[in-house]
């Protein structure tokens, strides 16, 4: 029988209580998992520092899992669908980061990460957000059919988050079962395992409910014990409101069908069987390898002039698709060894002049100096009768001020900033002093700073560059990717404020 030891440690009767075998638990979760490991599932964050001024923020996208239980070991099974990520700029001084490159690369699903958590150290997790979790208090085992740099990523993640997502559910109508924890242990000799639900932080003490449990025998049936204090209607003669949505923290989706139940006056509990889940899983549909959309890694990149060439990688592989070099053209695209690499401008000549003798106290370009701010080359990989594109953004002078994102109204806005060195404080830079150009995407700026993406057919990024204009001398400005629509204005403004 399962512990009468909650996650807190106290002593009490749990909520609900249940046996299941595992040839049937299994054959659910692996129907589940054929109709649904193509599908996207939990999204991993990934948030680290790379450099001393770099950060790297990835939202790794996985599908839907497979479960296998058994005495020793929980062990979950999903497919790596696609990675996106984005990396920020923290200059010295500065009091918020910019964004300078954007990797979205979608996979074929053949790479699969393996988790095996110890039975002993894990448990369910219910919590008000519907979110069905897999957690644990010692570290699972992992392994994945990919790089290993990523599988070093994704382990740090989940060292992090100390669970897995499996799937949601809808809230409970009983307020008590709306934080749950659900731990369980082997039973039956090797073949199934005893279950039980504990409300965090709620202690009772009364009948043990496996008391109540009377088994069938039958390995197709499912039945739940559920304490009258946690269910007070059955009191009135009615079934318990959540009796349909008890089984669905163990059993995955769809919800298993109530056959029969029963007031146990005597022990104060309610008993409820159900159909088989068998016949509540859809039988599985074959699924072939799903086609992942042509995508070019990075999608884009700012990058000062004079640095080096820049590797393109086309996925999904192998590479049979027609390069071309599109926009300004101001680099090269060449292949060595067979790998693609874009050859940014060479270094302007003459040389920018600087100065750091100014308000901000960095270097500044003269304007005179600088033909050009940017220029925008982008690569086009053409395959199947896909297409893809990876932009270059060249820069050709460095930054003296900075942005500060918010959410207004439902959008981001910008304001502009830059460090006085003498008043020894951020200084915002007035709407009239600013001016706001757009050097790739179709996304447009306000004057106040809003930004808006395209009505149609919206640009997947758009990167913009201020001007404070203060002087007619010196080139103060800013600059910076904004991955809207990509990610949600929140979203956005979550990754800038970090």
């Known amino acids: 029988m399962v512990s009468t030891e909650n996650s807190d440690g106290k002593a009490g009767v749990p909520i609900a209580y249940t046996m299941v075998w595992y040839s049937l638990l299994n054959d659910c979760w692996k129907r589940y998992s054929e109709n649904n490991e193509y599908l996207p599932g939990e999204t991993l964050l990934l948030d680290r520092q790379s450099g001393p001024s770099e950060r790297k923020v990835s939202s790794v996208v996985f599908g839907h899992p497979q479960m296998t239980w058994s005495d020793t070991v929980v062990t979950q099974r999903k497919r790596l669908l696609s990675q996106r990520e984005v990396v920020l700029v923290l200059d010295s001084g500065n009091s918020a980061a910019w964004l300078s490159e954007i990797r979205d690369v979608a996979y074929d699903a053949s790479q699969v990460l393996t988790i095996k958590a110890s039975m002993l150290d894990s448990s369910i997790a219910y919590r008000g957000d519907g979110s069905v979790q897999l957690v644990w208090t010692a570290m699972p085992e992992f392994s994945f059919t990919g790089q290993d740099t990523l599988l070093l990523k994704m382990k740090r993640g989940y060292e992090a988050k100390k669970g897995i997502e499996l799937y949601t559910v809808g809230p409970p109508a009983n307020h008590l079962l709306r934080e749950l924890n659900v731990v369980y242990q082997p039973a039956n000799k090797e073949t199934g395992m005893d279950i039980a639900y504990f409300t965090p932080g709620v202690v009772v003490a009364g009948v043990p409910l496996a008391d109540a449990r009377t088994d069938a025998g039958v390995a197709d049936i499912v039945i739940f014990v559920l304490a009258v204090w946690a269910a007070p209607e059955v009191l009135l003669g009615k079934a318990p409101y959540d009796e349909e949505w008890l089984p669905s923290l163990v059993f995955p989706p769809p919800q298993l069908k109530r056959q029969d139940g029963s007031f146990v006056k005597e022990l104060g509990v309610y008993t409820t069987e159900y159909f088989s889940p068998r016949q509540a899983s859809a039988p599985a549909v074959s699924a072939q390898l799903r086609q992942a959309s042509l995508s070019l890694d990075p999608l884009v990149r700012l990058i000062a002039n004079g640095i080096g060439k820049q590797a393109v990688v086309l996925h999904p592989g192998p590479d049979a698709a027609v390069w071309v070099l599109e926009g300004e053209q101001a680099g090269a695209l060449k292949r060595e060894g067979g790998a693609w690499y874009y050859e940014p401008p060479a270094i302007l000549e003459p040389a920018v002049t600087l100065e750091a003798n100014n308000k901000t106290n960095r270097p500044a370009a003269v304007l005179s100096s600088v033909p050009k701010r940017f220029t925008v080359d982008v690569v086009h990989a053409t395959q199947g009768g896909e297409n893809a594109y990876a932009t270059f953004a060249s ?7 900075y942005f500060r994102a918010s959410l207004e109204s439902g959008k981001l806005r910008f304001t502009f900033w830059y460090y006085d060195a003498d008043k020894g404080q951020d200084v915002q ?18 004057s106040s700073g809003v930004f808006s993406p395209a009505a149609n057919s919206p640009s997947p990024f758009t990167v913009v560059w201020a001007r404070d204009t203060t002087s007619d001398r010196l080139l103060y400005w800013a600059f910076t990717v904004i991955p809207i629509p990509l990610y949600s204005p929140a979203q956005a403004v979550a990754l800038f404020q970090k």
């Not at 820069?395 to 001020?401: D, K, L, S, V």
């Not at 830079?429 to 706001?436: C, M, N, Q």
Request: charged share 20%; glycine share 8%.
């Open 429 to 446: 830079v007035e709407e009239r002093d600013t001016e706001w150009v757009i050097a790739s995407g179709n996304g447009s700026v306000s």
């Open 395 to 401: 820069y050709y002078a460095p930054q003296t001020h």
